[in-house]
């Protein structure tokens, strides 16, 4: 009598469901949304498309798991800068943090997030809206906190700080777009620590204005 158990048929491979994510999000970062081929995604991940779609979803789902990976790792620095306890501090950690996300070695450089968001069709509407909304949330924590430091006298009466959150975020997106262009990191850090020591900017809008 035979008593050996063979294997499943049509089982799946196993793989390692965050490296592969890592992979993606690599791909969609060095891409962009509609640039990222599913063949590329699937190679870079190293799974089937049935394996892709067991795990992840959709193209469309992949790129919202991924998008969060980002905000939890690379571009974790805008949830760090808002529990900074000045305002400068914050500008320091968000701008900081710009330079490191942008030049991450072994990573692609530049933004995610303005990678995939500058061109495309209609067809990435969806994720252009979904990336307008994830930066609209980093600017209205940056707000919020300007706006505490102005309550606490952290920050000069009259800053305004909407424009002042513009002005940060700014920025910061500068130094993703040259990040991608070719600066370095050492140039980055230099521009991001000019900024900061003529910090605070005088930013007030004009009476009557809002």
């Known amino acids: 009598m035979n008593t050996r158990r063979n294997a499943p048929v049509g089982r799946p491979r196993a793989f390692d469901a965050d490296e592969a994510l890592d992979r993606a999000m690599r791909v969609f970062w060095q891409n962009g949304y509609e640039g990222a081929s599913l063949p590329d995604l699937l190679g870079a991940m190293g799974i089937s498309r049935t394996s892709m779609y067991a795990a992840f979803g959709n193209k469309e789902d992949l790129f919202r798991k991924a ?14 800068a808002v529990a900074a306890p000045t305002a400068r501090e914050v500008a320091t950690v968000f701008l900081h943090g ?3 996300s942008a ?25 252009r809206d979904l990336l307008a ?34 002005y940060v975020m700014t920025i910061g997106n500068g130094v993703a ?28 809008r004009p009476h009557g204005e809002s």
Do not use: H, N
């Open 133 to 166: 909304a994830w930066r609209d949330e980093t600017s209205a924590m940056l707000r919020k906190r300007f706006q505490r430091a102005v309550d606490e006298g952290d920050l000069p009466a009259g800053t305004d700080p909407a424009l002042l959150t513009r």
């Open 103 to 127: 030049t991450m070695p072994g990573y692609p450089t530049g933004c995610l997030s303005l990678r995939a968001s500058l061109i495309g069709g209609e067809d990435g509407q969806v994720i």
């Open 98 to 100: 710009a330079v490191r």
């Open 67 to 80: 998008l969060a990976r980002y905000a939890d790792g690379p571009a974790s620095y805008g949830a760090e």
């Open 177 to 204: 777009v040259q990040a991608a262009a070719g600066a370095p990191r050492d140039e980055l850090q230099l521009i991001a620590d000019a900024v900061l020591r003529s910090w605070p900017p005088v930013l007030a």
